[in-house]
């Protein structure tokens, strides 16, 4: 071996050895940054015990009038339950803007079950029977609480209740990456969802009022986020598998055509709490009837008119007259006994031995108020017109006779509100159609 073969490897023995001590020495300095920076130089206020007399004391006048002035915004969220459908998801709760707050759950007390017999339509199951009892059963319906580590801007994002319901709509939650116009949502599976039989409700939440609202024909409007609901019951029945699997498949549609992600809950509860929710509307599905006939003459259709016209009833499209309240909700109506319907061009020749004074108990608020006042207005009816007060069977209806109707109103009404369907509800009114 030379001696320049000799003097290389000495430089390169020395260069490895040198490089070896260079990043020793750089790993080094680097720990030693690396703990200053990151050692604390304060007291934890959780872990470590305030110090007497220093500024985190909690004890002093100050902290201790503002820790008093947080307790009084705290709002805890309640979480409730309907003994009634099962699926996994429900009504959004509030939470108030600003710090943080976490939901505090209180048990609901247990239901009461009441008793009354119909009136009319007799039903088959008794109210309050069909529904499931148990809180902690998967037929019950929790309301949700807004998750608290939501931004606190998007606390006031109160889940449709009012629009939408997990009580009574299987319910599809979309989400897209850029806005969707209204017409786009609406006509991406319209020829699809026209197959289906049971109503399909839309709402969207929109950005600049940060409130939910439906999403109709003439909106012009861009969502981020939408629902759509399928409706589980009405009056024609529970939703079969055949269009909710539609319904399931179209909305997945949906989502691949909007670019959407879009959460669905599983089938066969909605199936199951269809049949429940079925099951107790059709025990509390009452409709009362009053009758008016005639004694000897019959009633002539011009008299009829003014007498239900003073009233502030009008006929409407199914041949009848109608009392609204100030919100356009029907309160009563007035029917004719006989096959042919009223109108304003027949009343002027048409006359008839009986009419009928009706109404729909689960589709009416504060039903024994609105009962009494269609009570009133029969027998008002009844005296200009010189007929008689009767119920179904024809048998002269007196206040003793009335007494126990108005009570099974109540009951029956009672009933709805414990299930979380009070009656004359937007929710209620939808199911009863």
Known sequence: MTELQTGLIGLGAAAVIGVAAYNKWQEYRHRKLAEQVLQSHHADVLLDAPQAGGAGDLSSGVEEDRFEADEETTIHAASTTVNSPAIDESRGGHALRGERIEPVMHPDPEPQEEEASPIRHEPTVAPGEGMATQRAEPGTLPVPARRPDEPKEARNDAEPVDLLSPLIDYLASFETVEPAAASQILEAQRDVLARIRKPVHWVGYNELSREWEPIVEDNEGEYRRFRVGLQLVDRQGPLDESDLSVFHIAMQDLATDLMAIVELPT????????????????????????????????????????????????IDGDGCFVRRDDEGNVLFTLHNQEAQGFSAELMKSMSTHGITFLL??????????????????ARRFSDVLRGSLVDDNRQPLSEGGLEPIRRQVGQYQSVMAGQGLPAGGPLTRRLFS
Not at 274 to 299: M, T, Y
Not at 361 to 367: E, Q, Y
């Open 360 to 377: 729909d108990v689960p589709r009416v608020s504060h039903g024994e108020r609105v009962f009494n006042q269609m009570v009133d207005l």
């Open 267 to 314: 089938r066969q509860p909605a199936l199951d709490t269809a049949a429940k929710l079925d099951e107790f509307c059709v025990s509390v599905d009452i409709q009362i009837g009053i009758n008016v006939i005639s004694q000897e003459r019959p009633f002539p259709g011009t008299k009829l008119r003014a007498l239900a016209e003073a009233a502030g009833m009008v």
